[in-house]
């Protein structure tokens, strides 16, 4: 699955559209690399989000291409 879309089936970013700049800033990065919205999403990457100050670090557990919003925190595991 991509990326931009993993982030966007997963709800760490709510719009396809806001995934895909992101990525296109650079301020997405997938095992320590900057990663681009085309990223093949693998299970056990781990992706790291820059929002303005803060940085969320997430690890990847499920690739599904649909999830009811109940589920969708089932798909990552946040990292300290």
Do not use: H, W
């Not at 095992?31 to 299970?43: C, E, H, P």
Request: with cysteine; aromatic share 4%; proline share 1%.
């Amino acid at each position: 699955m991509r990326l931009d879309k993993y982030l966007k089936v997963s709800r760490l970013i709510k719009r396809r559209t806001v995934a895909n700049e992101a990525c296109d800033a650079g301020r997405v990065s997938v095992n320590g690399k900057v990663a681009r919205a085309s990223y093949d999403i693998k299970v056990g990457d781990v992706i790291e989000i820059a929002f303005g100050n803060k940085t969320v670090k997430a690890e990847v557990t499920r690739v599904t291409e649909v999830v009811r919003k109940e589920e969708a925190e089932e798909m990552f595991k946040i990292l300290p």
